[in-house]
Nanobody, 124 residues
Framework: QVQLVESGGGLVLAGGSLRLSCAAS????????MGWFRQAPGKEREFVAG????????AYADSVKGRFSISRDNVKNTVYLQVNSLKPEDTAVYFC?????????????????WGQGTQVTVSS
């Protein structure tokens, strides 16, 4: 059974940074892709960034390019999302997800497993 557990969220002032972590267990293949999504109150779940467990390219939503960075540690089975220059509009619950993809898909149905989410709140 695949399990994803996010951590690292919190309350931060505008312009601040956080590092979100997603620890995965039960994965039996490196062919899966990984994605970070976020969902603000009253809004749809939105793709933020993606990466392959096997390495290679990463993908970002236009709204976070240059500010967010996704990386993975295959030894620790953990994917990270470094979020910098935070803005109040980045406030949301951030979810990690994994599945068959395709890589960089912004469609939540492309991902088979989801974490419980971690809250990021950016105050002005």
């Amino acid at each position: 059974q695949v399990q994803l557990v996010e951590s690292g969220g919190g309350l931060v002032l505008a312009g601040g940074s956080l590092r979100l972590s997603c620890a995965a267990s039960g994965l039996t293949t490196s062919s899966y892709v990984m994605g970070w999504f976020r969902q603000a109150p009253g809004k749809e779940r939105e793709f933020v960034a993606g990466i392959r467990w096997s390495g290679g390219r990463s993908a970002y939503a236009d709204s976070v390019k240059g500010r967010f960075s996704i990386s993975r540690d295959n030894v620790k089975n953990t994917v990270y999302l470094q979020v910098n220059s935070l803005k109040p509009e980045d406030t949301a619950v951030y979810f990690c997800a994994t599945g068959r993809g395709p890589f960089g898909s912004d469609n939540p149905t492309s991902y088979d497993y989801w974490g419980q989410g971690t809250q990021v709140t950016v105050s002005s």
